[in-house]
């Protein structure tokens, strides 16, 4: 199979959505297929890359790390052509998205689409909400996903917003993998975890409590650390490493500050893709109150690296963390405390076989099959509509010949 993947967001930009792209592609690939990224141009990306086309881009409003497509629709479509694509997938609904769309029209091809985004999670950045809003996201996103062949949700929360917007396109829930087995941890891993602990200024008898994500509002990291304190108050060894960068580095520092935990809070910044493991394994826990993710590849990241999770619940979170073993959910901001303390408190062996039976339901080899199987059924679906269009076409054009006869007879007889 040839299929085109149209993005505005892809590496080197650095995001969950780039990863889960990456990830798919690399894998089809793996198994026979070939695939072609259409993406933003980048003043970081490398000169010479293999099966990426890169399209005149600018930088997003409001996201400077983040770039739209703005021209490019002609070379698209002979790029595709010459490919002779047989299929479509967009990842993004804005400059990348609609030219996927439009190339897929001009083709004749399905176009299968995957809602990454909670729009209206985001809206704030946008002139602080006053411009685009939530009635505004549901039209656009209505419009957009009904317009294509199917849509792909990471989790039941996307199918249920997409339906509540007016979607009646053929959705189905596909979580994004991972490649588990960069995650698992090796013979050496007891010795990197006390190196890094030490690097990092934390003792063994300390408990490490681990944050890893973009560091941004909607990250909700400023729910952890106004609430440390009263984690303290019971755990006094407690510290809070936060990983990744982002806007709202600066206001949670000082926050920290603030509430007088400075001290017990390390900001490490952006670490390298093959450092990430590691922080993982050397956590006790991963921690996280945000609301805002449609699946949130951090999760799966830590599950593979067997690092137990104490994190803000949804129904896709409460359903993937299913075992106590894996870890907890917990209803609100105000539950995090007690649900820490008491999962502390109880303190869940890890069960080995729940692990390897998660591991296998979050890989990219589960996904990946997963994935195929929607790709073949919307092609499927889409032939049989305009195999249906057709039939229609044919009869409304045997109507309309039998109509001329009728009043050619009528004129001359």
Not at 27 to 51: M, R, S
Not at 279 to 306: K, M, P, R
């Amino acid at each position: 199979m040839k299929i085109g993947f149209f993005t505005d967001t892809y590496f080197p930009q650095v995001s969950g959505i780039a990863t889960s792209i990456k990830t798919l592609k690399d894998e089809l690939i793996k198994l026979g297929h070939e695939v072609i990224i259409f993406t933003t141009t980048d003043p970081n990306a490398p000169e010479d890359e293999e099966g990426i086309i890169r399209m005149p881009s600018v930088p997003f409003v409001s996201f400077k790390d983040r770039r739209i497509v703005v021209r490019g629709m002609w070379d698209a479509y002979m790029i595709a052509k010459h490919f002779e694509l047989d299929l479509i997938h967009t990842h993004t609904e804005f400059g990348a998205g609609f030219l996927g769309k439009v190339v897929g029209k001009k083709l004749r091809i399905p176009v299968v689409h995957t809602y990454h985004t909670m729009y209206e999670d985001y809206l704030h950045y946008i002139a602080r909400g006053k411009v685009v809003r939530p009635s505004h996201v549901k039209i656009f996103s209505r419009i957009f996903a009904n317009h294509t062949s199917g849509v792909v949700c990471p989790s039941e929360r996307v199918i249920k917003t997409l339906k509540s917007y007016g979607v009646i396109i053929p959705m189905c829930v596909i979580p994004t993998g991972i490649e588990t087995k960069k995650f698992e941890p090796t013979t050496n891993t007891l010795e990197e975890k006390v190196q890094l602990r030490s690097y990092l200024g934390i003792t063994e008898d300390e408990i490490f409590l681990l944050s890893l994500s973009r560091i941004s509002y909607e990250k909700n990291i400023q729910a952890l650390i106004q609430r440390l304190p009263a984690v303290l108050q019971e755990k006094p060894n407690v510290r809070l490493v936060i990983v990744g960068k982002g806007p709202y580095e600066e206001e949670l520092q000082q926050l920290a500050f603030d509430q007088g935990v400075a001290d017990k809070v390390l900001f490490v910044g952006e670490v390298p893709n093959d450092q990430v493991a590691l922080f993982y394994q050397a956590a006790d826990y991963f921690i996280c109150a945000s609301t805002s993710e449609s699946q949130g590849l951090t999760y799966l990241e830590a599950l593979a690296s067997e690092t137990q999770l104490v994190v803000e619940g949804s129904e896709y979170l409460d359903h993937l963390i299913d075992d106590p073993s894996l870890g907890i959910t917990f209803p609100t901001d105000d539950d995090f405390v007690p649900a820490l303390l008491s999962y502390m408190a109880q303190d869940p062996a890890k069960n080995q076989e729940v692990l390897a039976n998660k591991k296998y339901e979050i890989s990219v080899e589960n996904f990946v099959q997963l994935m195929l199987a929607f790709y073949n059924e919307t092609i499927f679906y889409y032939e049989k509509i305009q195999a249906e269009k057709e039939q229609q076409t044919d009869m409304d054009s045997t109507d309309k010949t039998k109509k001329h006869r009728r009043l050619f007879k009528g004129i001359f007889h």
